[in-house]
C-alpha cells in the first residue's frame, strides 16, 4: 500500500519560504485526493490545501495567496511551496492520501521565527 514521506521543514524567519514534499512509495495517481494538514500545540489538525488528482487545488483561508499546492505524478510527489510565512503558520506539516485508503505520512515540523 501507499506510504508517505514527508520532508523540507525546517526553521525560518517570518517572510521566508519553505518547500516540502511528500513522497509516496506507490502511484499517486490513482488517489483522488491529496492534501497537507497542519496541526500546531493544543489546535485541532486543519486541512491547509488539497488537490485532486485532476488539478485542482483548495486553500484554507489564511494561506490563501502564500501556499501553493502542486503534484507530479511522475515523481510520484506533491508539494507545498510556502511563502511569505508567518508565525502563525508554524505547525507540523501533514500529508495525506485520501479515496479507498487513508493514509498519512508521520509530519514535518516547521518552525517560523518572528
Known amino acids: 500500500q501507499v506510504q508517505l514521506v514527508e520532508s523540507g521543514g525546517g526553521l525560518v524567519q517570518a517572510g521566508g519560504s519553505l518547500r516540502l514534499s511528500c513522497a509516496a512509495s506507490?502511484?499517486?495517481?490513482?488517489?483522488?485526493?491529496m492534501g497537507w494538514y497542519r496541526q500546531a500545540p493544543g489546535k485541532q489538525r486543519e486541512l491547509v490545501a488539497g488537490?485532486?488528482?485532476?488539478?485542482?487545488?483548495d486553500y484554507t483561508d489564511s494561506v490563501k495567496g502564500r501556499f501553493t499546492i502542486s503534484r507530479d505524478n511522475a515523481k510520484d510527489t506533491v508539494y507545498l511551496q510556502m511563502n511569505s510565512l508567518k508565525p502563525e503558520d508554524a505547525a507540523v506539516y501533514y500529508c495525506?492520501?485520501?479515496?479507498?485508503?487513508?493514509?498519512w505520512g508521520q509530519g514535518t515540523q516547521v518552525t517560523v521565527s518572528s
Open positions: 506507490g502511484s499517486i495517481f490513482s488517489i483522488p485526493f
Open positions: 488537490i485532486s488528482n485532476r488539478g485542482s487545488t
Open positions: 495525506h492520501a485520501v479515496g479507498r485508503i487513508n493514509v
